[in-house]
């Protein structure tokens, strides 16, 4: 019979990786719904794709 220290040492490596795993999943999804609100955002205030690449030229030179 194994102890709970044997036990523990044999399951943390497994539980570990799937927490990693669950973290990267939140922090995708959390940016795929920032993507998708910041378009939404900039949609209602009216910019237009033409004139937000016309700025982002201008700022780079």
């Not at 040492?9 to 990267?24: C, D, K």
Request: proline fraction near 3%; charged fraction near 15%.
């Amino acid at each position: 019979m194994t102890n709970f220290r044997d036990k523990l040492n044999t399951h943390l490596p497994i539980v570990l990786q799937f927490i990693s795993t669950a973290s990267l999943v939140a922090i995708a999804l959390s940016a795929i719904c920032g993507t998708k609100s910041l378009k939404n955002l900039a949609e209602s205030h009216g910019i237009m794709p033409q004139i937000n690449s016309k700025m982002h030229l201008n700022h780079h030179k």
